[in-house]
């Protein structure tokens, strides 16, 4: 119930009027029974404005941090979060990944709506990373479509590093749903997961219109850090340009 008294009556109208937000293609959500929800990821405005915008509700793993913090403000952090639809997520050790994947096949048999990034982690500079192929495992494990949906603005409303969002004008375009029946009990083959994983980075590509980058967005951001505290530089990433790889054009 919290939750829908925060989207329509609390924090749902504050956000519509600071960010102003547009959603097309909303067709392409069915009404009922589960579907995964993969988007870029650009600012942590995303898991708000996306799900304010579609009327079914969606739920999205979180960082086990978020629920986690002592005192009153991590209680406050606690109910928030769990009051927006998010699930804590312990991303610390391969177990906890695995527990991770569960929960989102466990919502998506269910018939839930899942958000998911696929890249892991927001843009460090607004391109398009390499996606986890951890989507694609728990799109199969579930029989669930996945359907792509670009975020567009929220890096210029909520910037890395800023403590408080500013108004923005924000856009959200959803793609067709992409059903990968066709790799039915394939789930833990590496070739089909990335193949899926490719195709779906794809689709975000040619929907956001955003710079594809063959590797992951974690890596570009440990080598930055790396580099502001004085390290070695590492070779830097290699940018997606013609001739060079794009995301798996189509699987199989």
Do not use: W
Request: proline content about 7%; charged content about 25%.
């Amino acid at each position: 119930m919290f939750y829908y008294v925060l989207k329509y009556l609390l924090l749902g109208p504050v956000l519509r009027l600071f960010f102003r937000p547009e959603i097309e293609g909303l067709e392409n959500i069915p009404r009922e029974g589960g579907a995964l929800m993969a988007s870029n990821h650009l600012a942590v405005l995303d898991s708000f404005l996306f799900p304010l915008m579609v009327p079914r509700r969606i739920t999205f793993p979180a960082k086990r941090e978020y629920f986690t913090e002592p005192g009153l403000k991590g209680r406050f952090k606690k109910t928030f979060f769990t009051a927006a639809g998010q699930v804590p997520i312990d991303r610390s050790s391969a177990n906890a990944a695995q527990a991770a994947l569960d929960t989102c096949v466990r919502l998506l048999r269910d018939g839930n709506l899942v958000g998911i990034y696929p890249e892991g982690t927001r843009s460090p500079d607004g391109k398009l990373y390499k996606g986890k192929t951890g989507m694609a495992r728990i799109a199969l494990q579930a029989e669930a479509p996945i359907i792509p949906v670009a975020m567009f603005g929220t890096d210029k409303a909520n910037p890395i590093g800023s403590r408080l969002p500013k108004p923005a004008k924000v856009r959200i375009k959803i793609g067709k749903p992409l059903e990968f029946s066709r790799y039915a009990g394939l789930d833990g083959d590496r070739f089909v997961e990335r193949s899926i994983t490719d195709e779906v980075m794809y689709e975000l590509m040619e929907l956001s219109g955003q710079t594809y980058v063959d590797v992951y967005a974690q890596k570009v951001k440990d080598d930055l850090a790396a580099k502001q505290a004085g390290a070695v530089a590492l070779p830097a990433q290699r940018e997606e340009r013609s001739g060079d790889r794009v995301p798996g054009t189509k699987a199989g």
